[in-house]
């Protein structure tokens, strides 16, 4: 659910009707019933990346690629929105990763505050960002595959690292890598974590949607659903940073809403933060959540 208006409650298959919450989860089988004045739901579709919006007294079916309207007035539907034509959206790791105890495992609150502020541009050329006095001189950047297996590493200075074409072409675009920053005395300045490397038609679609949401965050025009847009979109092209930012400010707008904390969770852990993950994640079930945690 991208956007939640009035009074909107969800009936899971074999369970009761309760009240919806944005960023809920829809199944196939599941029923959503908007009662009252000026109630609706706004549904994002993976499949394809539409949404649909069922208005006031609307009682509808999720299918598998859309709604089905069981009373009410008609629902509205729009085009999709993938850049390329066909797909949609891959499910993104906020809503599927499956949570294990090794998860969890060497959190250190106070090592995590201490790392730096780290800004990354994932198409070409590739940019590094690293905050903090540790890293005005001189820090390296090294770059290994999702088994951790050293692929390259480079030297920035001035907190700043613009990798070249020579060294970024040993890469494959579309591909996802990990990166890790460290000081010149051997100080973890950014943990391990991944990102994808943009093709250049995914870099245009990137700029699109974060020119989008800054254009109607400056007309004090955002609402919910282009929050929950812009994290699908950042999600799939693995902005980790971008992803973490929009997860606070979620929880932030919505301080009670146990689906939030759940992609917040996921998001600290892809970052790299497993102590601000069990932070979350205790958040997360105080608020009543069914989340657990596998051996």
Request: charged letters at 20%; a positive charge; glycine letters at 6%.
């Amino acid at each position: 659910m991208s956007l939640v208006w009035g009074v909107v409650n969800i009936k899971h298959i074999n369970e009761d009707y309760k009240p919806a919450r944005w960023m809920e989860p829809l199944f196939v089988g599941d029923q959503v019933n908007a009662a009252g004045p000026g109630s609706k739901v706004l549904v994002t579709f993976f499949s394809d990346n539409h949404q649909e919006v069922a208005g006031t007294n609307s009682t509808t079916q999720v299918e598998e690629n859309d709604l089905k309207s069981v009373s009410g007035p008609p629902l509205r539907v729009d085009p999709p929105r993938n850049p390329f034509g066909s797909g949609g959206v891959q499910n993104p790791f906020v809503y599927t990763h499956r949570l294990v105890a090794a998860d969890f495992q060497g959190g250190n609150m106070a090592q995590e505050n201490a790392y730096a502020k780290a800004t990354l541009r994932s198409g070409e050329p590739l940019i590094f960002g690293v905050a903090g006095p540790a890293a005005a001189k001189k820090f390296t950047v090294a770059i290994t595959d999702p088994q951790n297996q050293p692929l390259l590493s480079d030297t920035g200075s001035a907190n700043r690292l613009k990798m070249s074409m020579m060294k970024s072409n040993n890469l494959s675009k579309g591909s996802v890598y990990y990166w890790q920053a460290t000081s010149s005395s051997g100080q973890t300045l950014v943990a391990r974590y991944p990102f994808l490397f943009l093709t250049l038609p995914l870099d245009k679609w990137l700029k699109e949607t974060v020119d989008n949401f800054n254009s109607l965050r400056k007309c004090n025009q955002l609402q919910r659903s282009d929050y929950t847009d812009y994290l699908l979109v950042s999600a799939q092209l693995m902005r980790v940073d971008s992803v973490l930012t929009l997860c606070q400010d979620m929880a932030v707008m919505d301080p009670k809403n146990p689906r939030v904390f759940r992609a917040l969770t996921r998001a600290y852990l892809t970052k790299g933060w497993p102590a601000h993950a069990k932070q979350a994640y205790d958040t997360e079930i105080n608020l009543g959540a069914i989340d657990p945690i596998y051996p």
